[in-house]
T-cell receptor
Framework: DTGVSQNPRHKITKRGQNVTFRCDPISEHNRLYWYRQTLGQGPEFLTYFQNEAQLEKSRLLSDRFSAERPKGSFSTLEIQRTEQGDSAMYLC????????????????FGPGTRLLVL | AQRVTQPEKLLSVFKGAPVELKCNYS??????LFWYVQYSRQRLQLLLR??SRESIKGFTADLNKGETSFHLKKPFAQEEDSAMYYC???????????FGTGTRLQVTL
């Protein structure tokens, strides 16, 4: 499967615990995005990486959230001291470099990690 | 700030009937509009984008800047079209997407 992959697919944790999710983008994609989706809502933007640089963060990304993309390939999203309100589907997406064949702005999504905080 | 509105949570149509999923956006800059679809137990995937002006699976969408709309249309609904449809607006140098709340399309016999 050459698509975006995310691990784990499901995570159940207790309030106050830390969790970390991983996203592996499509290999030639240098742009990577994290979104969060709660029930009945569309995905909401969290943060954006171009290569290893984190270029944009949403106000939704509180200081308990941190994302990294150390080598410009896979990315991790960590949530510290989880709260019940963090329960959601966390989606990762990637897209190719802007100069590719007419600037394909399509974002390709992974299957998501569903987090439940008890 | 940018916003995408999909007024219908659920749209139920009979097979063979025309479909129109509404999407309105609010953005002061030059918008990039997309329709994403999520079939049961599958990941979110691109259906079409306004810049391509293409028809995918019989669906079309035209960007109307005057009405700030990007409605998705199909002349004859098929059972396999049943899915969740999200309209999305791409903005800024990051092209981050702002999604609507989605419309569930249910095609019945």
């Amino acid at each position: 499967d050459t698509g975006v992959s995310q691990n784990p697919r499901h995570k159940i944790t207790k309030r106050g615990q830390n969790v970390t999710f991983r996203c592996d983008p499509i290999s030639e994609h240098n742009r990577l995005y994290w979104y969060r989706q709660t029930l009945g809502q569309g995905p909401e933007f969290l943060t954006y990486f171009q290569n290893e640089a984190q270029l944009e963060k949403s106000r939704l990304l509180s200081d308990r959230f941190s994302a990294e993309r150390p080598k410009g390939s896979f990315s991790t999203l960590e949530i510290q001291r989880t709260e019940q309100g963090d329960s959601a589907m966390y989606l990762c997406a990637s897209s190719p470099p802007r100069w590719t064949g007419g600037a394909d702005e399509t974002q390709y999504f992974g299957p998501g990690t569903r987090l439940l905080v008890l | 700030a940018q916003r995408v509105t999909q007024p219908e949570k659920l749209l139920s149509v009979f097979k063979g009937a025309p479909v129109e999923l509404k999407c309105n956006y609010s953005y002061s800059g030059s918008p990039e509009l997309f329709w994403y679809v999520q079939y049961s137990r599958q990941r979110l995937q691109l259906l079409l984008r306004h810049i391509s002006r293409e028809s995918i699976k019989g669906f079309t969408a035209d960007l109307n800047k005057g009405e700030t709309s990007f409605h998705l249309k199909k002349p004859f609904a098929q059972e396999e079209d049943s899915a969740m449809y999200y309209c999305a607006l791409g903005t800024g140098t990051a092209s981050k997407l702002t999604f609507g709340t989605g419309t569930r399309l249910q095609v019945t016999l």
